[in-house]
């Protein structure tokens, strides 16, 4: 039961925090899917191990799809877009 509750939880705050993400970057005015990818694999291990929670599939598939995603969210991140130095 605690499990059901917090899976369902964790899914409303996925779903809020990509809405936020994407609000925040049209209002900020970032354009192109460079700059998104970073957050893009972040979102999908959330996605990927979530379901794999639900449908019991947590296992060595995942967990390399999960590694995969955060290796290539970390080199993704020299896309990020860098705030301009005011002088």
Do not use: H
Not at 5 to 16: D, H, R, T, W
Not at 24 to 52: E, H
């Amino acid at each position: 039961m605690l499990e059901d509750i917090l899976s369902i939880i964790l899914a409303v705050f996925l779903v809020i925090s990509i809405a936020w993400t994407v609000r925040k970057r049209k209002k900020l005015g970032y354009k192109g899917i460079k700059s998104a990818l970073t957050p893009i694999c972040f979102y999908l291990m959330a996605m990927i191990q979530l379901f794999a929670f639900w449908f019991n599939l947590l296992g060595i598939i995942s967990w390399v799809l999960t590694i995969t995603l955060l290796l290539l969210g970390a080199y993704f991140t020299k896309y990020s877009i860098q705030p301009k130095e005011e002088s």
